[in-house]
């Protein structure tokens, strides 16, 4: 079965620290590879994707993502965190026998920053 | 530009009554889609119109479940009878391009409570 797992329910940072936090998916052929966050009372908001091309992606607020092939990863990075960075974060694939025509997200962590 | 705005935002009914649930996309975005979050857990997909068709409906739960796009603008998800298990977050995005491509827009979503 297709799946993505993220899995860490929450994250804990110290603000200025660096943050993971992790993804891993289970998708047949080479899927296109998605971040997503959502504030609090907010829409899902579009971070970065992974089609093709260098593994390092960078996407908005100073984020980064790895997508490595052989770990079935695409963990999400930044190197010092912001309290403002506190939300929760979806991971989510989308795949060539779907058309890439839909997503497939994981259950979402939720990162809080510390001051 | 105005966002996908969907209403109701929350909506409390109880068990066996009906519920209609309102998405309008961002003006000319062709795709629009329905996902629900149920209990804290993974945003699932329902289904895809692309205007006023259905491209993919594989995600919608059961025949209590049916989603409308007259005319390719605005798009409607009708629930009924509403059964507990129903309830969770709906959440409409839309994009230009078919959603494994480029990134979808999300609305702050409907949040469904069955009693």
């Known amino acids: 079965a297709q799946s993505v797992a993220q899995p860490e329910d929450q994250v804990n940072v110290a603000e200025g620290n660096p943050l993971t936090v992790k993804c891993t998916y289970s998708v047949s052929g080479n899927p296109y590879l998605f971040w997503y966050v959502q504030y609090p009372n907010r829409g899902l908001q579009f971070l970065l994707k992974?089609?093709?091309?260098?593994?390092l992606v960078k996407g908005s607020y100073g984020f980064e993502a790895e997508f490595n092939k052989s770990q079935t990863s695409f963990h999400l990075k930044k190197p010092s965190a912001l309290v403002s960075d506190s939300a929760l974060y979806f991971c989510?694939?989308?795949?060539?026998?779907?058309?890439?025509?839909?997503?497939?997200f994981g259950a979402g962590t939720r990162l809080a920053v510390h001051p | 530009e105005a966002g996908v705005t969907q209403f109701p935002s929350h909506s409390v009914i109880e068990k066996g009554q009906t519920v209609t649930l309102r998405c309008d996309p961002i003006s000319g975005h062709d795709n629009l889609y329905w996902y629900r979050r149920v209990m804290g857990k993974e945003i699932k997909f329902l289904l895809h119109f692309v205007k006023e068709s259905k491209q993919d409906e594989s995600g919608m739960p059961n025949n209590r479940f049916l989603a409308e796009r007259t005319g390719g603008t605005y798009s409607t998800l009708k629930v009924q009878p509403a059964e507990l298990e129903d309830s969770g977050v709906y959440f409409c995005?839309?994009?230009?391009?078919?959603?494994?491509?480029?990134?979808?827009?999300f609305g702050e979503g409907s949040r469904l409570t069955v009693l």
């Open positions: 989510a694939v989308s795949r060539p026998s779907g058309g890439y025509n839909k997503l497939i």
């Open positions: 995005a839309s994009s230009q391009r078919a959603g494994g491509f480029g990134e979808l827009f």
């Open positions: 992974y089609i093709t091309g260098d593994n």
